[in-house]
């Protein structure tokens, strides 16, 4: 079973039939500058508690675009993403801590060493498929978060390392909820622009064929091992990068929730349900997801982890390839039955 | 071509003069129309779950009997007391991210969440936006030694869990102890735990033999107890919580590992769960515990802790209380005479009435340092006996003597 | 002080033993994970929430009708043939064709299910099944002890593996079972059910995991937000022990049992986990069929 059937990315625009889609490539470039400055002016109209839900689905949108590299596009389903996310945080932490570097240094630092560590790890892991490639980064995550609770005196171990923001001990001081919103959205942008990028040059154009036919995409003389490579190092370093501005805005950071798995899960529902190998895919899922979290959150207080996971089954079961190539199949093909999907991927 | 750009520019001139508008003001008067507002963020699902729902329990009392009295006296006028929840699931981050929605709609004056981290973070979102918080479960020393103003910890510190136990096994134990042995879970909270009781225990010339600490919430520590076995403490001292403590008691049976004074543990031995979970292997245990319904002090809303204890089983069902519960209302009740001492819920002169308490409760006294913390209140000592825990020490609080070497007991 | 001497290899003995205790019942977890997985190609998250299932449903035997949790191991395992049987086949076997993202979410979604429902229905507290024995232990040369609770669970779990494999060599049913893991389509046109197959394996695989619940109960402390880490290390006990192999995941689960026990002697406490993880790690890293698997598993290309 390859997968032909599974999302395949975007197509570049082309009408299928004559003039009745001229506005689709608007959405592109233009759409996501539009976008960004509707998010920066939706900030003026906030209270500070929606801010910061905004800016955590900000950085949701980021982390789920920057899996959507490896995961979606490459079809390695990279079940330790939050170790990333957990080691550029940490990093960042540190060499604010301990080596007082201003922020805006320790925030490119703390990507390149995730960045690095993808590749590094990436040389073994990559040579494992599907499930097998999917627990070994998670044993890599989980691994990771055990060293950084036996690291006592460089992260604080268990009971967390605080970030100095005031005073004179400070290298950056807070950059106040507003600041953390506009930085959340910049790099939720940026993000998604540079997977894009990565997604329509020849590398996207490896990976897709990787994730369709592994096999016959090496003999027709593509490079797997730099291409996916590319993609994990790459996803990595867009991961540490939201970590680290993480770290920065918690203050003080704990290993139990910067290496949570949820987070991971969490970042690959939102991908899938809303278009893996996509680019809006990962931001509408991330949108949607993190909105509906938060709102069953308020409104069930008592049963909304419940609910949130009979959603998640009943959204796999009836939308399996996301929601945007639901959508374009449904225009395209005038196919609205949700249960055409279950009767494709049934037994 | 020409319509994308009209499109384009049309929609970003809208959309900057938007922008221009002011940032919209957070809704006011949360304490307006008769009723005063009170916030608390719990962790009502995910690890701390069971806990989290005993602190509301101890929350809701609070609002019940004060309800019931007519509510808060406030400048000459009572209001009803209003307690407003919200799920931090757990995790510290969504914690102060309630707080900011807490301070968007007005609500200044907070209950805090459960556990060290979430108080932690909390905290943190407090002091920034002049909010003022009771803290009821956040022990760690180290939440009060970042100068915050704005945060009052009800309970007795971390470093008081263990110490208290230490000075009790001295004080009452006979023969006496000479070796003690120390298991700790790897958070900061138990960290901070066994500091104080390792400090306490070299100042009262103990010998400390061991020193192990284990993966937070394991339920497997047999690592720990067969590095400790051959070392032969006269007690283990378990700065843990529930999962560890139950892990504790039940592998050292299994493995052989019998010290001639037993075991004492934070956390773990006041709660039901544990004396259910072992049965007779629980018997002679020490736990540390921050109230009993022995606790001396008496208040006016709440009377003495026994009649406390008589006011919780009534609400649930004939079940005694814990501690949890107990320093829950403590805190509710720490804001309701500050609310009252200050004739306002003004956060800022509520602060102030905070910082000046002195008060004797069902808890205990209420007098916060200058940190925040209530150092004048001291823990008490409960051993298991028939299986229900009793308190031991201090003196002026003990129900029973001590029954030693505890491992006696349970023949 | 004196004993100290001899204390070290004493320990060492005893964290041997401990640790082959231990890895008999984390074997035992890790079998039904590795049968679904092997067969169905399925990596179950929810397989920790069963477990837990099998641990309350003894909990309460005992506490209704004071039943002995080793008992209690018929009855758990028999319910969630029940329930595993029904989910496969009227829930899992909807996406069985969908890319593995998909299978893992829904696995995923049904833990979050299972485990809000434990803690709905039997609290967040934490619970273990007291029982006369288990307390006693049987002393060997200097001083190391078998605790006879766990003695037990571990002779049931090789017990139960040998069951398994005799069920999967030697009967029909089992060879359908091999058969359909192996090439769904041909199995088929031999006339076999494949989503009755696919259902009876996971209800099996939920079975057993019932019974190593029952046997958690009676030797160590669970709740509910133990059901990931369960799940993680059956994870880690199948890889290690290689797919297709119902013997292999009983060695996977010692394997980890003994590094966990010696790491916890030689090393800091609290590194032990990372240990565990490492192993999977390495063990991946240069052969992912793990130590008893085939390499036909391990080449099978994913849906």
């Not at chain 2, 010998?207 to 051959?230: F, H, Q, R």
Request: glycine share 12%; hydrophobic share 50%; charged share 15%.
């Amino acid at each position: 079973m390859t997968h032909l059937d599974a999302a395949p990315a975007e197509t570049a625009g082309v009408p299928a039939t004559g003039r009745r889609r001229y506005w689709l490539p608007v959405l592109r470039w233009e759409g996501g500058a539009v976008a960004l400055l509707a998010a920066l002016a939706l900030q003026t109209r906030l209270y500070t508690g929606q801010e910061r839900t905004v800016t955590t689905i900000a950085m949701f949108v980021a982390l789920a675009a920057a899996w959507n590299l490896i995961g979606g596009y490459a079809g390695y389903a990279c079940f330790g993403q939050v170790g990333f996310f957990g080691l550029g945080g940490y990093t960042a932490a540190v060499l604010m801590t301990h080596g007082h570097l201003s922020f805006w240094l320790a925030l490119p630092l703390a990507a390149a060493l995730a960045g690095a560590f993808a590749a590094l790890i990436g040389w073994p892991l990559l040579r494992l498929k599907g499930h097998y490639f999917a627990v070994a980064t998670l044993g890599v995550s989980e691994g990771l978060r055990e060293v950084v609770i036996n690291a006592g005196t460089l992260t604080g171990g268990g009971a967390g390392i605080t970030i100095p923001t005031a005073g004179a001990g400070a290298p950056t001081a807070w950059l106040g909820n507003d600041g953390f919103y506009v930085l959340m959205v910049l790099i939720a942008f940026a993000t998604v622009a540079l997977v894009a990028i990565i997604a329509r040059s020849r590398t996207g154009y490896a990976l897709r064929a990787i994730n369709q036919d592994e096999d016959a995409a090496a003999s027709m003389g593509i490079n797997t091992t730099v291409a996916k490579t590319i993609a994990f190092a790459g996803s990595a370093a867009l991961t540490g990068a939201v970590g680290a501005a993480y770290a920065f805005q918690q203050v003080t950071i704990f290993p139990e929730r910067l290496f949570d798995v949820d987070v991971t899960v969490l970042m690959v529902v939102m991908v899938v349900l809303g278009g893996a190998g996509t680019v809006l895919g990962p931001v509408l899922g991330a949108v949607a997801v993190a909105f509906a979290s938060e709102w069953l959150r308020q409104r069930f207080t008592d049963v909304h982890s419940f609910v949130l996971g009979a959603l998640i089954i009943v959204a796999v079961v009836l939308l399996p390839q996301g929601v945007t190539a639901y959508a374009r199949d449904a225009v395209r093909e005038r196919r609205l039955s949700l249960l055409e999907n279950v009767r494709r991927y049934r037994l | 071509m020409r319509t994308r750009m009209f499109l384009t520019v049309g929609v970003v001139a809208v959309l900057s003069a938007a922008a221009c508008g002011s940032k919209g003001e957070a809704g006011g008067g949360a304490a307006d129309n008769g009723t005063l507002v009170i916030g608390a963020s719990l962790s009502l699902t995910g690890k701390l779950a069971r806990e989290g729902i005993l602190t509301r329990e101890g929350y809701d009392v609070c609002q019940s009997v004060v309800n019931d009295k007519g509510g808060v006296p406030v400048a000459g006028s009572r209001r009803q007391l209003v307690i407003r929840y919200q799920d931090d699931t757990s995790q510290p981050d969504t914690a102060g991210q309630l707080v900011d929605q807490f301070n968007d709609k007005g609500v200044k004056l907070l209950l805090g969440p459960y556990g060290s981290a979430t108080t932690e973070a909390a905290a943190a979102v407090v002091e920034r936006n002049g909010q003022v918080m009771a803290d009821s479960s956040g022990a760690d020393d180290a939440i009060f030694a970042k100068g915050y103003r704005q945060t009052f910890a009800v309970l007795s510190p971390a470093t008081e869990y263990a110490a208290s136990m230490v000075q009790a096994i001295v004080d009452l134990a006979d023969p006496k102890v000479r070796t003690v042995a120390f298991i700790s879970a790897d958070d900061g909270f138990s960290k901070t735990v066994t500091r104080g009781g390792i400090a306490k225990a070299e100042q009262l010339g103990l010998t400390v033999v061991g020193e192990e600490y284990v993966p937070n919430g394991t339920t497997d520590v047999s690592g720990a107890l067969t590095k400790i076995k051959p070392r032969r403490p006269d007690v283990i001292i378990g700065s843990v919580h529930l999962a560890e403590g139950i892990a504790i008691v039940k592998q050292a049976k299994e493995l052989g590992v019998a010290p001639s004074g037993g075991f004492a543990e934070t956390v773990a031995p006041p709660t039901p769960d544990f004396t259910q979970a072992l049965g007779a292997t629980a018997e002679g245990v020490l736990g540390s515990t921050q109230w009993t319904p022995t606790t001396a002090g008496s208040d006016k809303w709440f009377g003495f802790a026994g009649d406390y204890a008589n006011t919780f089983a009534a609400k649930f069902n004939g079940r005694q209380p814990e501690y949890h519960g107990a320093e829950a209302t403590a805190a509710c009740l720490a804001l309701v005479l500050a609310v009252e001492k200050a004739g306002s819920t003004d956060p800022v002169k509520v602060r102030g009435a905070l910082a000046g308490l002195d008060e004797q409760t069902f808890f205990g006294p209420l007098k916060f340092d200058s940190s925040g913390q209530n150092r004048t209140k001291a823990m008490q000592v409960v051993q298991i006996q028939g299986g229900k825990p009793v308190c031991v020490w201090p003196a002026n609080a003990s129900e029973a003597a001590l029954r030693w070497p505890a491992t006696k007991a349970a023949a | 002080m004196a004993g100290d001497e001899g204390g070290g290899v004493n320990q060492l003995a005893q964290a041997t033993v401990y640790g082959l205790l231990q890895g008999c019942l984390f074997g035992l977890v890790a079998v039904g994970f590795s049968l679904v997985w092997g067969v169905l190609n399925v990596v179950n998250l929810a397989h920790g929430a069963f477990v837990l299932g099998g641990a309350y449903l003894a909990w309460e035997l005992h506490d209704a009708f004071g039943l002995d949790p080793f008992v209690s191991m018929l009855p758990a395992a028999v319910v969630l043939f029940g329930l595993g049987y029904a989910i496969q086949r009227w829930l899992v076997n909807l996406v069985v064709n969908a890319p593995i993202f998909i299978t893992l979410l829904l696995t995923f979604g049904l833990q979050l299910l299972a485990v809000n429902t434990l803690i709905l229905l039997f609290t967040a507290n934490y619970r273990s099944i007291p029982t006369g024995y288990t307390g006693i232990s049987l002393v060997l040369a200097g001083d190391v002890r078998v605790p006879l609770g766990r003695l037990i669970a571990a002779a049931l779990a090789i017990g139960l593996t040998a069951a398994l494999v005799y069920l999967t060599r030697r009967t029909r049913t089992g060879l359908a079972i091999l058969a359909t893991g192996m090439d769904r389509g041909a199995a088929r046109l031999m006339s076999i059910k494949a989503a009755h197959v696919y259902a009876l394996t996971f209800g099996l695989a939920a079975a057993l995991a019932g019974a190593a619940g029952a046997a958690v109960g009676a030797v160590g402390t669970f709740s509910p937000a133990d059901a990931g880490r369960l799940t993680l290390f059956s994870f880690v006990a199948a890889v290690l022990g290689g797919l297709g192999n119902m013997w292999g995941a009983l060695l996977g689960g010692l394997v980890l049992g003994l590094v966990e026990s010696w790491g916890g002697q030689l090393l800091p406490g609290t590194l032990v986990n990372a240990v565990a993880f490492a192993a999977l790690v390495i063990v991946l890293a240069i052969r992912p069929q793990g130590l008893a698997g085939r390499a036909f598993y391990a080449s099978r290309l994913e849906a």
